[in-house]
C-alpha cells in the first residue's frame, strides 16, 4: 500500500464507498456533486474518478445497474466480499473471519443494517472514512492481499471499476 493510499483523506474512503454500491438514482443524481469535490482529492485519484464520472453518466441508469451486477454479484472473480478472494466458499476459516470482523464493528459502535455481510467493500470503506486521516490507510492495509487479488480480477475483465480499487493499493 503507497503512502499516498496510507495517508488518504477520508473523502476519497467515503466516494469510494458510494461509487462501488448499486448504483441507484440517488446516486445518478449526485454525480455532480461528487465531481465538485475532486478538488480536494490526491490528482490520481481525481482523475480516476473523474473518468469513472464520465463513464457512469454516459449510458442510462439501468445499463449501469446490469454491468455492475454482471461485474459484481453475477461474477465471483470479482465480488465486494472480500473474503471471498481469500478463502473458499465453505471455508469454516472465512465464517471466523466474517464472525470476528462483524464483532469488530459491533465494539466500534457500527451496526451493519443493510443485510450486508461485514466484509463487503463498500462497507469496509464506510468504516475507513469515519477514522481520522492515516487510520483508515492502515485499516485498509489489512484487506491488501484481497484488494490486489480484486483488482487483478477487475483489470483482466477490464471493467470500469477496476481503477477505483486500484486507488486503494496503488504504490
Known amino acids: 500500500m503507497s503512502a ?3 495517508t488518504a483523506p477520508p473523502l476519497l474512503y467515503r ?3 458510494r461509487l462501488l454500491e448499486y448504483p441507484d438514482q440517488e446516486l445518478a443524481a449526485h454525480l455532480d456533486e461528487i465531481e465538485a469535490v475532486l ?8 482523475m480516476v474518478i473523474g473518468d469513472f464520472i464520465v463513464w457512469a453518466k454516459s449510458m442510462p441508469l439501468t445499463d449501469w ?11 465471483p472473480d470479482t465480488s465486494l466480499h472480500l473474503t471471498w478472494h481469500l ?3 465453505q471455508d469454516r476459516q472465512r465464517g471466523m473471519t466474517l464472525a470476528n470482523l462483524a464483532e469488530f464493528y459491533r465494539k466500534q459502535g457500527l451496526e451493519i443494517d443493510r443485510g450486508e455481510l461485514p466484509d463487503y467493500l463498500p462497507l469496509i470503506l464506510e468504516y475507513a472514512s469515519t477514522l481520522p486521516q492515516g487510520q483508515g490507510g492502515m485499516f485498509l492495509a489489512q484487506c491488501q492481499q484481497a484488494l490486489e487479488v480484486l483488482a487483478d480480477n477487475l483489470a483482466r475483465t477490464e471493467s470500469p471499476y477496476g481503477p477505483l480499487v486500484k486507488l486503494l493499493i496503488d504504490d
Request: zero cysteines.
Open 4 to 6: 499516498e493510499t496510507l
Open 15 to 17: 466516494l469510494l464507498a
Open 39 to 46: 478538488a480536494q482529492l490526491p490528482e490520481e485519484a481525481r
Open 65 to 75: 445497474q446490469a454491468r455492475y451486477v454482471r461485474t459484481f454479484d453475477l461474477t
Open 87 to 89: 478463502f473458499e466458499e
